[in-house]
């Protein structure tokens, strides 16, 4: 196991090495934030919060409250006229978001390569990964519309079945189940590292290269299983964003009458299959580990180590065995830092299960006990996201306003908007420290709820499930911690440069 | 135990109130001192593309006006991000940046150049010089 490791961590190092090779110094880097640390009081507020309100929580279960047996859903879309027009709309979605994906990859090969005067860096990081994944939590499953490799994929089928009917476009070999979502944990973390670590992130070819490499895959995925397998165990954003939109107040229904369901955010946590599958307990664990982790790297504690990267000695490994340029060396300590930390958090995880497991009476393994809880974590992650990222999507993604007039960065002004200057106050301090700390709170709080509600449905005897939130509730308010430490941090700019 | 959820909103009270008092009260009262219009003044050392004082922050308040004096060793390009602030430093003669604080937030002051315009070199994985924190009121 641990060789296998080495050679990955070796395998990302020589592609972070290659990668540094193409890029360049840039003055103005891409995905820089103004934000001011949270204030001790919002600090103080936010811990003490946490705490009271856990206890609160444990002892309104403690008292005996009833569970709701189900919780109030509102159907919308129930007329077939309505359901028809959302099809439209929807249609009509899709094509734009293939067109935009067409645009992207074309302005990134050809257009200008600064990173602010080319649509492909904004669209993949601010809309892409920032907006579309927080739009997942917070709206609905919008990328079930908005995935191009499956609108692409759809049409060439809709047109093979008009050429050829009744045959079947992709060759309909059978996804081996002991594949699962592995495939899409394994490019997660390929995605993640090329978010957090890669230097060609904000270089518009290379994002553009990248992206044509992943359509490839996916769409030879596609061919030989089929569309929908190929999406639901091993495209990276259909199941990644499927995660967050477990938790998303609306979801569409699974039958005839009613087109769609608004239900409480959160609920979609407590439905369905109590036990998910290894490698998605894996998946969502990384996902949680790799959005703390974009945090880690901007505070003072990243940067001391990367100042001791830079100062270790001339004979150093570092720079005699892997002969390493400084930058080099800082992506190679970033590349160290993402695996270890995805392993620190999956190790943090298992042991909770194991205490839990313990206190709970020894009728569950802990195995059994971490693939049924993973999920109550999520709506911390889901806080955290917000609080890192609020004040960056309306202050940041205001360039995209720019560049849908300037996309190849050529001068071009189509829209008449080529000039807008993002405000890059529209977003001030006091409201990100607001929402950021109410959202941490509340995230936090929906966490411990649903996960005393899972150990009710998941224990039999009542005074078990209740002995087994001790442990899960102290991993949670440390997660919370955690993410309040991060926000309380300056930023410091450690951005490896060329 | 059913004393619990009283005791913990009592303690949800006291840290509102900690909150509100330490964080509200004083942007009550800091617009007086605004008043007096002084400059808030820096003066900024670059050494061997270091800053010479522990000061690595400058914190301001929003709507100050600040006057930040630098002066470096050697030929140098500075760059305050955000307010895009640019300023082209002779070796040993002090250059002034000057403005007022109307947006809040945290904004690196970087070298975008060390040395003569024809050989310099951007500094490789260098951290800004410094930051300009402008607190909101």
Known sequence: ?498 | MATMPRRATIVCAILMAIFISSDLAPGVVSPVFAQSGQPRQFAVVIKQRKVTSAMDVISVKKGDTVEIVLTADEPAELHLHGYDLLLTLSPNVPGKMQFTANIAGRFPLEAHRFGNPAQGSRPHGQRPLLYVEVQPR
């Not at chain 1, 899709?94 to 200008?112: E, K, P, R, T, Y």
């Open chain 1, 1 to 498: 196991m641990s060789s296998r490791i080495l050679s990955l961590c070796l395998a990302l190092a020589a592609l972070a090495g290659e990668a540094l090779v193409a890029t360049q110094a840039l003055a103005h880097g891409f995905g820089q934030r103004y934000d001011l640390p949270i204030p001790l009081s919002f600090y103080i507020f936010g811990a003490g919060a946490t705490v009271a309100l856990s206890f609160v929580i444990a002892a309104i279960f403690l008292r005996n409250a009833h569970l709701p047996e189900t919780y109030p859903q509102l159907a919308l879309l129930c007329s077939p006229g309505s359901r028809r027009w959302a099809r439209r709309v929807a249609i009509a979605v899709s094509a734009l978001a293939a067109g935009h994906f067409v645009l992207m990859i074309a302005a990134g090969l050809l257009g200008a390569q600064t990173p602010l005067r080319n649509i492909i860096v904004v669209s993949v990081w601010i809309i892409g990964w920032v907006a579309i994944s927080l739009c997942s939590a917070l709206i609905g499953n919008v990328w079930s519309v908005l995935n191009p490799w499956a609108t692409f994929f759809a049409a060439a089928e809709q047109v093979y079945a008009s050429a050829r009917p009744n045959h079947s476009m992709s060759l309909g070999v059978s996804y081996p189940s002991g594949l699962d979502v592995w495939p899409a944990l394994f490019l997660f973390l390929v995605f993640a590292w090329m978010e957090l670590v890669w230097g060609g992130r904000d270089v518009p070819a290379r994002l553009a290269e990248a992206m044509l490499f992943y359509s490839a895959i996916t769409w030879l995925g596609m061919f030989v299983f089929g569309r929908k397998i190929w999406c639901q165990r091993a495209e990276l954003f259909t199941t990644v964003f499927g995660i967050f939109a477990r938790f998303a107040p609306l979801t569409s229904a699974e039958s005839g009458e009613k087109g769609a369901i608004l239900r409480f955010p959160a609920v979609g946590l407590l439905e369905g299959d109590h036990r998910t599958s290894w490698s998605m307990m894996l998946l969502v664990i990384a996902l949680l580990a790799t959005v703390t982790f974009d945090g880690i790297l901007e505070t003072p504690l990243w940067a001391h180590v990367d100042t001791a990267i830079i100062d270790s000695p001339d004979d150093s490994f570092l720079w005699t065995v892997f002969g390493f340029s400084e930058a080099a060396a800082l992506r190679f300590g970033r590349t160290i830092g993402l695996v270890m930390f995805v392993m620190l958090f999956s190790a943090a995880y298992l042991l909770t299960c194991k205490v839990m497991a313990v206190a709970g009476g020894k009728r569950y393994e802990a195995a059994d006990l971490a693939r049924r809880f993973v999920f109550t974590l999520l709506p911390i992650s889901i806080a955290y996201h917000i609080a890192h990222y609020f004040s960056y999507l309306f202050n940041g993604g205001q360039l995209i306003i720019p560049l849908l007039s300037d996309p190849f960065g050529f001068g071009w002004d189509l829209l008449g908007t080529a000039t807008y200057r993002p405000r890059i106050d529209f977003v001030g301090p006091l409201w990100q420290w607001y929402v950021a700390v109410g959202a941490i709170v509340v995230g936090h709080v929906i966490a411990v709820y649903v996960a005393h509600v899972r150990s009710l449905s998941v224990f039999r005897e009542r005074r078990e499930a209740l002995r087994s939130q001790a442990p899960i509730v102290s991993l949670m308010i440390g997660y919370t911690m955690l993410s309040l430490w991060i926000l309380s941090q300056p930023i410091v700019e450690t951005n490896p440069g060329g």
